[in-house]
């Protein structure tokens, strides 16, 4: 159990950092360097590790078999007037993060489903598993367009200019009430959407790896 755990909850850090660093690395392809010049792409955990949401959120939520697990990495920044693209770079760059989460998905989740070819052990194969899922979950659960998740940025260009009003003055309210309005959001979501979104995860998670369950 306490292999399992530790194993799972560095498969999540280095998740998320890597969630993070794509973030700046699409900013930065894109005529932003704020990331890059603060430091922020580099593959130093230290430098995006949040101790709150990277470590001990996730220690509690899965040593208290919560049944849920997720945290989160410093924000990486950066400046969207200084972004080639202004209708769609921000919306590409919150996309790198989620993009990334689903290429780890599908290359570990291959490597289950080939592992008898690649005659990899049950050990590799079971801490594979973990990364898949903390992947899926992450990726799916940042596309919710809700701030400040990775979707509520990734949403805005396609909708019209009137709504697109709308709906970044919502986002700005939302934000005023910063890790409280987050913390209440986290509280709704496990309560009440938690069920079919856990259900969609795993239902991914067995596509990819041929895999009923953890």
Known sequence: MEFTAIATIAALIVSIILHEMAHGYMADWLGDPTARLQGR????????IDPL????????????????????????????YNLRDQKWGEAM?????????????????????FSEVLSLNSAFIELS?????????????????IP???????I??????????????????FER??????????????????????KLVFGVFSLLTGLNGL
């Open 41 to 48: 792409l580099s593959p130093n955990p230290l430098v995006h």
């Open 53 to 80: 949401g990277s470590v001990v959120i996730p220690a509690l939520l899965l040593f208290s078999n919560a049944g849920i697990l997720f945290g989160w990495a410093k924000p990486v920044p950066y400046n969207p």
């Open 93 to 113: 760059v919150a996309a790198a993060g989620p993009a990334v989460n689903l290429a780890l998905a599908l290359l570990f989740g291959m490597m289950i489903r």
């Open 129 to 145: 598993s973990y990364i898949v899922y903390i992947n899926i979950l992450l990726a799916f659960f940042n596309m919710i367009p």
């Open 148 to 154: 400040p998740l990775d979707g509520s940025k990734i």
């Open 156 to 173: 805005q260009p396609f909708l019209p200019f009137t709504l697109q009003i709308k709906y970044r003055s919502f986002v700005h309210a």
């Open 177 to 198: 009430w910063g890790l409280i309005g987050t913390f209440i959001f986290i509280f709704i979501f496990i309560n009440i959407f938690w069920a079919p979104f856990s």
